[in-house]
């Protein structure tokens, strides 16, 4: 059984960047045709779309955040990698990992996000 | 962009009863690009439906989807006190990809 964490700061500071990984555990990331998005929640803008990467090295960006997002792997370590820059109190969210391609079968339990001072 | 709009956005049953929720799409989407969640508190959304109308591994059959081009719809048969939860629907686009969400509808407790 796949399951999937997602780590990093609890909060951070406006302007600067968020980051967060995903480590996947009881199977490879490498491995068959999935994608890995991020995707975050927040009271006012409800289930957000981040992003994805596939194995394949592609990555697609939800345009309205495009500018500010980089998601990665890090095979050697089975991690998926979120990076947000100049972020603001607009970006305060649960994050979640999940696996998928057209629909998100495999979440992460998420980790509150806060952009504060 | 494709926009989902769902209602009611909040739904008052009671256990036993027939709950219908409703996706509507901005513009006519496939079938297979439709698909439902369940969120409860504190928990992690869950696969419910893909492709409009197929159940994901695990669900109930009390649980079905229909729909097609701009209006979609999550039924539960027999509501069982687990089922009060928020539900989202979730349509994928491959021009680009693009994966939106509905605002949710929230089935609470008569």
């Known amino acids: 059984q796949v399951q999937l964490q997602e780590s990093g700061p609890g909060l951070v500071k406006p302007s600067q960047t968020l980051s967060l990984t995903c480590t996947v555990s009881g199977g490879s990331i490498t491995s068959g045709t999935y994608y890995w998005s991020w995707i975050r929640q927040s009271a006012g803008k409800g289930l957000e779309w981040i992003g994805r990467f596939h194995t394949s090295g592609s990555t697609n960006y939800n345009p309205s955040l495009k500018s500010r997002v980089t998601i990665s792997i890090d095979p050697s370590k089975n991690q998926v990698s979120l990076k947000l820059t100049s972020v603001t109190a607009a970006d305060t969210a649960v994050y979640y990992c999940?696996?998928?391609?057209?629909?998100?079968?495999?979440w992460g339990q998420g980790t509150l996000v806060t952009v504060s001072s | 962009e494709i926009v989902l709009t769902q209602s009611p956005g909040i739904l008052s049953l009671s256990p036993g009863e027939r709950a219908t929720l409703s996706c509507r799409a901005s513009q006519s989407v496939g079938s297979s690009y439709l698909a439902w969640y369940q969120q409860k508190p504190g928990q992690t959304p869950r696969l419910l439906i893909y492709a409009a109308s197929s159940r994901a591994a695990g669900v109930p059959d009390r649980f079905s989807g229909s729909g097609s081009g701009t209006d979609f719809t999550l039924t539960i048969s027999r509501l069982e006190p687990e089922d009060f939860a928020v539900y989202y629907c979730q349509h994928y686009g491959n021009s680009p990809p693009m994966y939106t969400f509905g605002q949710g509808t929230k089935l609470e407790i008569k």
């Open positions: 999940a696996r998928g391609g057209r629909v998100h079968d495999n």
